[in-house]
């Protein structure tokens, strides 16, 4: 099976007030899963925010079956990665194509 979208996330700064603003404009209902991280609720569409300063741009993730292995594959197409974080949800990275796009793997926990 092709990796498709598997969640996303809106950088912004503030994670309470931004809570505020798009609760209010959207009706999303937030679960805190980290300090620097909520997770919206009640989208069908698996999303989040996370306080990594404000972007443009929302940074996607993809769902993969075994985040070491696309690591590895990464590498040996002459992308980078960052460093492997875990998380209630899974592990993920960030990672740099040959070219310099950066998207971001993500190996789903069981139940998300």
Not at 8 to 37: I, K, M, N, P
Not at 74 to 85: D, K, N, Q, R, S
């Amino acid at each position: 099976m092709a990796v498709e979208l598997g969640y996303y996330t809106l950088s912004v700064e503030d994670l309470d007030r931004a809570a505020a603003f798009y609760g209010a404009l959207f009706e999303w209902e937030f679960r805190r899963e980290h300090e620097t991280y909520l997770h919206v609720a009640n989208a069908a569409v698996p999303m989040g925010l996370t306080a990594a300063g404000p972007s443009s741009q929302p940074n996607m993730y993809y769902s993969v079956d075994d985040v070491d292995a696309v690591i590895k594959r990464v590498h040996e197409l002459g992308g980078t990665t960052g460093e492997v974080m875990e998380s209630k949800s899974g592990r993920g990275c960030s990672c740099t194509d040959d070219q310099g796009t950066e998207i971001s793997i993500w190996q789903p926990a069981p139940g998300y």
